[in-house]
C-alpha cells in the first residue's frame, strides 16, 4: 500500500512540463485505486481523495483444500469484476505492487483491449525475493522495477527489469533531508539530546514477540538510554499496564525517558531521524525507509512470512548495516545486542554510512517516470 501511495503522490507532484520517453507531461494523471473487498487500505486511500473500487479476490498459495475452490471462485469473480472496470475506465497503464488481488486485474489487462490496444503494465517488487503473487504477475508485466539487486536471481527475465529502489513516501522524506533533523524530532517527542535514542516498532498491528521482550529488559535500557516505542494496536492495552507498573518501580528520570505510542504515521518520519537504533521486523519497507535515514537496525524477521524478510533482512545484513536477531532468540539477546551496538559509537557510524548507501531518495519518482514511459501516445496496438 505504502509503495503505491509514495509513487501516487510523484505522479501528482507539480512540476514543469517535461518529457518522457516522448510523451510530453503537461498535465496530471487520472488515477483510480483497485483494491480487494473489505481491504484495510480502503479508509487511508479514499482519505487521500483518490478514486477507488474493490474487486473479489483470494490467494491460492498455502490453502487447504476444502479452501482452494471458494478461492478460486473468488479470483473468476474478480476477473469479471476487472474486465467491467477496464472496459468503464480504459487505463492506459496498470501498475502493481504485489498481493493476490493484482491477479484477476492482470488477468483481465491481458485479454481487454480498447482503442486497438491493451493497457500497459508495470510491476513493483518491493521484497528482495518476489511472492508467488508477483512472480505471477512478472508473466504479464511489459516492465519491472525492483527494490535491490539481488532481485534478479529470483526472475526468470533479465530484459525490461529495472533497479529504482523502494519508493518513500513525502513524509517520510521530507524529515530525511536534513541532518539537524533528529534535533526536531527528538524536540517533538520531547526526548533528550544527550542520551542515545532506540526506536521499536513492529508494524501497525504490531510485533507481540519484539513487544514483549522490550518490555522486560526497559529497566536495564532506560539506565542508559531513552526508547520510543510503537507497540501496534493489538497489544495496546497489555503495553499500557505495563507501562504503569514499569513508571512505579524506577526512578522517575528513568521513567521519563521511555516513550511508547500504539501507532505513528505522520510523526513516523520525525521518529526515524531522531533514533539511534531501531530495533523492527524485516518487512519490505525497511529496504527504503532505513536506508533513507541512515539509520542502524537490528532486524527480527517475522517466522511466519515464508522467507521474505528473512532474506531482506540478509540483504541489510550482508551491506552491513544491519544485524539479524531471530524472534527465538528475543528473550536471551535483545538486552546485549541492543547495549553492544549503543555503546560502540564507532560501529554505528559504519553501519549508519553502510545503510544510507543502498538509499534511493528517487525512488518514487523512478518508478513514476516508468509508468509515463509505458503510455503510447499514438494509440498503437499493444
Known amino acids: 500500500m505504502y509503495p503505491a501511495l509514495a509513487v501516487y503522490q ?23 485505486w483497485v483494491g480487494g473487498i473489505g481491504g484495510m487500505e480502503a479508509n487511508l486511500v479514499n ?9 473479489p479476490a483470494a490467494g491460492v498459495h498455502g490453502v487447504g483444500v476444502r479452501i482452494l475452490p471458494r478461492n478460486l471462485w473468488q479470483i473468476g469473480r474478480g476477473l469479471l469484476a476487472s474486465r467491467r472496470i477496464l472496459q468503464e475506465y480504459q487505463p492506459d497503464v496498470l501498475f502493481f505492487t504485489g498481493g493476490y488481488v493484482a491477479v484477476p486485474m492482470a488477468l483481465a489487462g491481458r485479454i481487454t483491449r480498447y482503442r486497438r490496444r491493451r493497457p500497459r503494465v508495470l510491476l513493483y517488487v518491493p521484497d528482495i525475493e518476489p511472492g508467488l503473487a508477483l512472480k505471477t504477475l512478472a508473466r504479464f508485466a511489459d516492465h519491472i522495477a525492483i527494490s535491490g539487486e539481488e532481485t534478479r536471481r529470483f526472475l526468470s527475465r533479465q530484459a525490461g527489469v529495472t533497479l529504482t529502489g523502494y519508493p518513500t513516501r513525502a513524509e517520510l ?73 514499569l513508571v512505579a518501580n524506577i526512578p522517575p528520570e528513568q521513567a521519563s525517558r521511555y ?13 526515524l531521524a531522531a533514533a539511534d537504533l ?14 533513507l535515514f541512515g539509520l542502524p537496525a537490528i532486524l527480527v524477521p517475522y517466522p511466519y512470512a515464508w522467507r521474505y524478510q528473512q532474506v531482506n533482512a540478509e ?68
Request: glycine residues 8%.
Open 10 to 32: 510523484a505522479l501528482m507532484a507539480p512540476s514543469p512540463e517535461t518529457e518522457v520517453s516522448g510523451l510530453l507531461k503537461s498535465k496530471l494523471p487520472s488515477i483510480l
Open 47 to 55: 482519505r487521500k481523495g483518490l478514486a477507488y473500487q474493490e474487486i
Open 173 to 245: 522524506s521530507n524529515w530525511a533531508k536534513s541532518t539537524d533533523n533528529w534535533k526536531e524530532g527528538r524536540r517533538l517527542f520531547g526526548l533528550k539530546e544527550a542520551l542515545p535514542l532506540l526506536l521499536v516498532f513492529g508494524g501497525s498491528k504490531g510485533a507481540r514477540s519484539i513487544n514483549r521482550a522490550l518490555l522486560t529488559i526497559l529497566p536495564d535500557l532506560l539506565a542508559e538510554m531513552q526508547v520510543l516505542h510503537i507497540s501496534g494496536t493489538l497489544d495496546w492495552e497489555e503495553i499500557e499496564s505495563s507501562k504503569e507498573k
Open 259 to 271: 516513550r511508547v505510542f500504539p501507532y505513528l504515521h505522520d510523526e513516523m518520519g520525525a521518529a
Open 278 to 291: 531501531v530495533v523492527c521486523r524485516a518487512g519490505a519497507s525497511t529496504l527504503g525507509e532505513l536506508p
Open 315 to 382: 540483504h541489510l545484513a550482508q551491506n552491513g548495516a544491519a544485524t539479524i536477531l531471530q524472534d527465538g532468540d528475543l528473550s536471551k539477546k535483545l538486552r546485549s545486542t541492543v547495549q553492544e551496538l549503543l555503546r560502540n559509537p564507532e560501529k554505528l557510524e559504519q553501519m549508519r554510512i553502510k545503510m544510507r548507501s543502498l538509499a534511493h531518495p528517487q525512488a518514487a519518482q523512478s518508478i513514476a517516470n516508468l509508468i509515463y514511459s509505458l503510455v503510447q501516445p499514438d494509440g498503437g496496438a499493444g
